[in-house]
T-cell receptor
């Protein structure tokens, strides 16, 4: 079975450019999470969806960040315009609540560098 | 709000020895779960083990086990017979709320296994 798929794996862009990160969750999972990992702040939630509906986007840093989940098998995280402080590893994770346990399966991450 | 504390930024262990990575947590929920993830240098997040607060026994998964002390609010990860491939960052985490909700992560412990 394919795990969570993220693309691209690495992205280098210049300040001011638009960046789109993509995620395909595990088939059958009904929750999707976008996390960001930096040295300073560790792993922090940006936004999550249940059944394709955004539930909590309070972790999205600014209006420059937006996320969509048009269907159960695809989500995007967009940064427009990008800034150097957005440089981080962005993880997508998906889960399905079973027996009270919501083990989250993580994608390989997208390493974003904004110059 | 849930809080995870990992007080060991870095740990060293001799190959084939056992090592304990500390994790304490704070929650007011009567029912909760605790997760441990491994992040090797390649960057992916790998689920290791889960402990439910009402589980009668400490969780075990191969060489991984949890020393779960509910009264002390600690869920320490024990790795037995360390291998060089165990060198990685280790994160303790718990769901923000019950159900399919985001994980709150500790800052992690970097484990280095020495030959």
């Amino acid at each position: 079975d394919a795990g969570v798929i993220q693309s691209p794996r690495h992205e280098v862009t210049e300040m001011g450019q638009e960046v789109t990160l993509r995620c395909k969750p595990i088939s059958g999972h009904n929750s999707l999470f976008w996390y960001r990992q930096t040295m300073m702040r560790g792993l922090e939630l940006l936004i999550y969806f249940n059944n394709n509906v955004p539930i909590d986007d309070s972790g999205m840093p600014e209006d420059r960040f937006s996320a969509k989940m048009p269907n159960a098998s695809f989500s995007t995280l967009k940064i427009q315009p990008s800034e150097p402080r957005d440089s981080a590893v962005y993880f997508c994770a998906s889960s399905f609540l079973s027996g009270g346990i919501n083990e989250q399966f993580f994608g390989p991450g997208t390493r974003l560098t904004v110059l | 709000a849930q809080k995870i504390t990992q007080t060991q930024p870095g740990m060293f262990v001799q190959e084939k020895e056992a090592v304990t990575l500390d994790c304490t947590y704070d929650t007011s929920d009567p029912s909760y779960g605790l997760f441990w993830y491994k992040q090797p240098s390649s960057g992916e997040m790998i689920f290791l083990i889960y402990q439910g607060s009402y589980d009668q026994q400490n969780a075990t998964e191969g060489r991984y086990s949890l020393n779960f002390q509910k009264a002390r609010k600690s869920a320490n990860l024990v790795i037995s017979a360390s291998q060089l491939g165990d060198s990685a960052m280790y994160f303790c985490a718990m769901p923000r709320n019950s159900g399919n909700t985001p994980l709150v992560f500790g800052k992690g412990t970097r484990l280095s296994v020495i030959a």
